[in-house]
């Protein structure tokens, strides 16, 4: 049993991921064009952890790794592969993931959002992995668009026909909302694991022509997006084209602050927020696509690189973890995990065993500023778009390894002295990086599914 499994009550978690959010695109993390206050809130009510990694630097990968306590060495999810017709390559039949360890706990589990880990019907269907309840975007291709003909309840598809031939008549997210707070009140009574992928503020750039979006409308300088408005790929994963760009994606991450809010409000409303351990992060680093515009926003804070990189503003995410009276309030932190990490922290959170081999260290104790942290040896991130690419990082040295298939080169930083990576000093310390490259040669498995180097 863990360490602290005796010790406290079963908390309700609530873990809320956004999509592709980047490190500096909330207030609280030093975003100067807009406001987040209700994330901002949480975070003077819990703890900003600093230096905390995705999954890696795209979507199913990292939400793979976080389901699986599993670096993107070893996961059974390593890229974005899609699936016709509709999702993606699915985590197999004997994936032990985090809802079937709060199941096992006695807790109700629920998904709300984007999925992306398994087509309909596949061994990685949501209801196949341990999840009670899941409404939302089974297929993250589709869920590039907010105004989708269909979403998924579970194994039953919900037709949309507000949408139908190019109608905006149902924005996804917000019905997704309402079923995250439904979940919320209908299992006030019993422990519950509630994991809220929101879609946002992922391509495409759209919202409800609502208050939020005319607050931001007209402040900024925008240069128009030209997208796709019609055709076979409207509404199958195109992104559509946007007059104001800028104001759309402050709205967007507006939004998701609005969500927060609403979340946390309905906790209080059931009286279970003192007993409701919240975590808020996102899956990666700001995208730049269908108008995106990380450099505008300075949304990767002072780190180098967007999703795709696996520089940290391609994998260091904007991270809040708040429970009242356990997690230090107000509070800034340091210590370095990563999305793989989650899995141990939770077993011991709940004081199970958890009985798959992890590549994860329990945070619990830095989570509650308790002693007993264990340290780590290594962080290991690769990607396999792009000519693949792989990073090892161990203290605050990194080693990136890049174009790997094509025209693969090394490149050194130490994260202390130069945290924006600016400085390849690997001709400085050929040593280091020798004793990085053993560690990254040792670090993954081989998956035929999943191929990383030519052969």
Known sequence: MGAYGQQLSKPNVVFIIADDLGYGDLSCFGQEKFLTPNIDRLALNGTRFTRSYSGTTVSAPSRASLMTGLH?????????KEMEPEGQFPLPENTYTLFHLFKNAGYKTGAFGKWGLGYPGSTGDPIHQGV?????????????????GHLWRNQKRIELPENDNGRSGAYAQDL???????????????????YAPIVLPHAELIVPEDSIIQQFRGKFPETPYRGIDAGPSFRKGGYASQEHPRATHAAMVKRIDVYVG???????AEGIYENTLIVFTSDNGPHREGGGDPDFFNSNGIYRGYKRDLYEGGIRVPTVVSWKGHVAAGEENSFAFAFWDYMPTFAELLG???????DGVSVLPTFLNRDGQKSRDFFYFEFLEMDGKQAVIQSDWKLIHQSIRKNPTFELYNLASDPSENHNIISLYPEKAEELRKIMQCARTDDRAWKLYND
């Open 72 to 80: 993107t060495g070893h996961a059974s999810i390593r890229g974005n």
């Open 132 to 148: 009670d309840e899941f409404f939302g975007y089974n297929c993250q291709r589709l869920a590039h668009n907010y105004y989708p």
């Open 176 to 194: 997704i909302q309402k079923e995250i707070l439904s979940f919320i009140s209908n299992n006030k009574g019993n422990p519950f694991f509630l």
């Open 262 to 268: 609403q979340i946390i409000e309905r906790l209080k």
């Open 352 to 358: 199970v065993e958890y009985p798959k081999p992890t």
